[in-house]
Structures are given as structure tokens and as C-alpha cells.
T-cell receptor, first 113, second 111 residues
Framework: DGGITQSPKYLFRKEGQNVTLSCEQNLNHDAMYWYRQDPGQGLRLIYYSQIVNDFQKGDIAEGYSVSREKKESFPLTVTSAQKNPTAFYLC????????????FGPGTRLLVL | GQQLNQSPQSMFIQEGEDVSMNCTSSSIFNTWLWYKQEPGEGPVLLIALYKAGELTSNGRLTAQFGITRKDSFLNISASIPSDVGIYFCAGRGDSSYKLIFGSGTRLLVRP
């Protein structure tokens, strides 16, 4: 089945700790995205990548880092610099050419201990 | 920056009723998307609209791309309990990969 997988489903972070969220897609999409969702709010873009080894900051990139070493994978690291990391994190992917419709993974919920 | 206003914030309706929600933008979009999200899950694409004036249906769902390119609506006819969830609109402007999301409409259906 083609789709986007995210792991883990739930993740706990201790103060001062970096954690990495996984995102993998087998849709052969060139573009991948990370969003953060807080309760009662829409999705906000953290980072996106249109091609391997290249990525751009979104609206709320501070305290996060990403890599894109493979087309299929776009891991997100939540660093200790992110002071309010508790949220639901969503990964998405799309084609580069029109219609560029974004499809989402199932999400990872990050909680701070 | 670009903003999307989505309304209503929430709706609590009786099973069988029709539902309507809409989004308006401060700027022109060339794509409107409607997603549904259930608790603890990622958004699932319901309908995609790519042309001003376009009217598209997906079962009991119908969405339209406003002719001004600054608004879109989603209608659900004859609601059923499994329609419960949060519905998000999202739009994209010209030459952009970035989607702007509304804050969502929470739908509750009373059996």
C-alpha cells in the first residue's frame, strides 16, 4: 500500500533532551513537509523540502531541525531549544508538479515529562 | 501574512441534517483543499478544488471554489454519526508550495 508512515505514535521527552520523529513515504513524492498542531488550532508549517539534501524553514522553525538524505525520508528533530514542544506533529508529502496536493501521515504526539 | 477565516468553529447537529461550513481568505488562492481529521489521526483529504467556480462532489460532500478565489464552502448532506470530526480548509496561492490552514470546524452529530 502506498502511503506515509510516522513513528512513534507517542513520544515522551525529558527536559533538555533532543528527540527525533520519523516520517517515511512510498508515494514517490519529491516534496515533504512537517506541521505542528496545537489544540483548537490549524496546522502550522515547521519545515519543508522539495528535493533531497535541501530544505526550507516554515513559519515556526525555531527549535527544530530536519534532514533529507533520502527521497523517502524526512525526519524531524525537536531540540532542547524548543521550549514548548508538546503538540501533535504531522508529516505530509506531495508532488512538485501540479496539483501538488498534500497527503498526511497519522501523526506523532509529543509530550514533555 | 495570509490568513484564513473558517466558520463556524463548531456545530452540534441532529443526524440527518445538512451542514455547511466556509472559509474566506485575505488573498487570492489557486487551490482549495478540504480535509477531515478524527481524534489522534492525520487529516484525510476529502475534496480538492483547482479552478475558480469549480463545484465538486464526493458522495454526500460538495465543495465549491468561490469565483473571487478568496473563499470556499463545504456542504455535507444528510449527516450521519461517522461524519463527526474536525474539518479543515486549506488554500495555496500562486507559485507556492505552502498551504495555509483554517482553524477547523468541529462537527458533532447527535444520533
Amino acid at each position: 500500500d502506498g502511503g506515509i508512515t510516522q513513528s512513534p505514535k507517542y513520544l515522551f521527552r525529558k527536559e533538555g533532551q533532543n528527540v527525533t520523529l520519523s516520517c517515511e513515504q512510498n508515494l514517490n513524492h519529491d516534496a515533504m513537509y512537517w506541521y505542528r498542531q496545537d489544540p483548537g488550532q490549524g496546522l502550522r508549517l515547521i519545515y519543508y523540502s522539495q528535493i533531497v539534501n535541501d530544505f526550507q524553514k516554515g513559519d515556526i522553525a525555531e527549535g527544530y531541525s530536519v534532514s533529507r538524505e533520502k527521497k523517502e525520508s524526512f525526519p524531524l528533530t525537536v531540540t532542547s531549544a524548543q521550549k514548548n514542544p508538546t503538540a501533535f506533529y504531522l508529516c505530509a508529502s506531495s508532488t512538485l508538479a501540479a496539483p501538488k496536493t498534500q497527503y498526511f501521515g497519522p501523526g506523532t504526539r509529543l509530550l514533555v515529562l | 501574512g495570509q490568513q484564513l477565516n473558517q466558520s463556524p468553529q463548531s456545530m452540534f447537529i441532529q443526524e440527518g441534517e445538512d451542514v455547511s461550513m466556509n472559509c474566506t481568505s485575505s488573498s487570492i488562492f489557486n487551490t482549495w483543499l478540504w480535509y477531515k481529521q478524527e481524534p489522534g489521526e492525520g487529516p484525510v483529504l476529502l475534496i480538492a478544488l483547482y479552478k475558480a467556480g469549480e463545484l465538486t462532489s464526493n458522495g454526500r460532500l460538495t465543495a465549491q471554489f468561490g469565483i473571487t478565489r478568496k473563499d470556499s464552502f463545504l456542504n455535507i448532506s444528510a449527516s450521519i454519526p461517522s461524519d463527526v470530526g474536525i474539518y479543515f480548509c486549506a488554500g495555496r496561492g500562486d507559485s507556492s508550495y505552502k498551504l495555509i490552514f483554517g482553524s477547523g470546524t468541529r462537527l458533532l452529530v447527535r444520533p
